[in-house]
């Protein structure tokens, strides 16, 4: 009896190790705004200007062409908010930088922004798309744009469309990162990257509530949003740490913006028209 006392005391011991070891990673709150931006699904920093766009739905359907999306905009530390920065969209999701020029996802094409005029310049149409969700620019401009619904990833050259991946190879891509050579793609709570092939490896899944936002933390580790509330940290090695879990109090997690520098991560609440701020430590 006492040696299976033992035998279990040692179990016990050995899984409180394991889990603190694995959980390595935290958030904690910097700040949050009041419920004053309008359905808010993507936020992007900009790190020349120290700034937050954020994507406003505006609006019950997320998908819907009613012309009552925009973009707001703020400083990196919540203040000087300007809601409807921008107007004259749809459902405005997922945003790109690129040059002076802010890319943004509008239903079946790409809104481009002049942000020195504040005004939107052109609409770059992507014939065959359904439903665009999340935007990742390269170092040379080409822009990586999800189709959730047509489940494929576009790229966009000289504001022309080619289907990158498509249906025979991701089920509902959402969140996309074009992170130094390399793509990511999100794709119904599973993460992948893309190999020169255009074939797909597997770095980690069984992410809940509806994989959305991407962004890179230092060397190959990631943190990733789900739409439904949940924020991960995806270790190089592909082992995954819960560090939120807002679906007890139905508190979603949009696509995220992230800050390298300051290890900020900013995530929108969607439902809740915030913008919160935490640092991952």
């Known amino acids: 009896m006492k040696l299976i006392t033992k035998l279990f005391a040692v179990l016990i011991f050995s899984i409180i190790c394991l889990q603190s070891y694995s959980q390595k990673h935290q958030l904690v709150k910097l700040w949050e705004t009041d419920s004053v931006f309008k359905v808010p699904e993507s936020v992007l920093f900009d790190k020349g200007s120290n700034t ?10 997320p998908w819907g062409k009613d012309g009552k999306g925009s973009i707001g905009k703020m400083s990196a530390d919540g203040k000087n908010i300007v809601v409807e920065w921008v107007t004259g969209l749809d459902a ?19 809104v481009v922004i002049d942000v020195a005029s504040a005004s939107i310049e052109k609409r770059i149409s992507v014939p065959g798309s359904e439903r665009l969700n999340d935007v990742s620019i390269g170092k040379k401009g080409v822009v990586f744009v999800s189709d959730s619904r047509g489940r494929k990833v576009y790229t966009v050259k000289k504001e022309k469309a080619t289907v990158l991946l ?18 990511y793609v999100l794709d119904a709570g599973t993460m992948y990257k893309m190999n020169k092939d255009q074939s797909m490896t597997k ?20 943190i990733v949003s789900c739409w439904a509330g ?19 109090n139905k508190k979603n997690s949009a696509d995220i913006g992230f800050d390298t520098k300051t290890k900020t991560v900013f995530i929108p609440s969607f439902w809740r028209n915030t913008i919160a701020a935490y640092e991952v430590k």
Not at 52 to 61: E, M, P, Q
């Open 52 to 61: 937050l766009y954020i994507a406003n739905i505006d609006g019950t359907d």
């Open 92 to 110: 405005p999701k997922g945003m790109g930088l690129y040059k002076g020029k802010l890319y943004v996802a509008n239903l079946t094409e790409l």
């Open 166 to 183: 498509d249906s025979f190879k991701l089920k509902g891509p959402n969140g996309v990162l074009k992170h130094k050579s390399d793509l």
């Open 203 to 222: 770095i980690t899944e069984g992410m809940d509530g509806g994989t959305d936002g991407i962004e890179n933390v230092k060397g190959n580790d990631f």
């Open 230 to 248: 949940t924020v991960y940290y995806v270790n190089a090695d592909g082992t995954k740490e819960l560090l939120m879990d807002g679906r007890p």
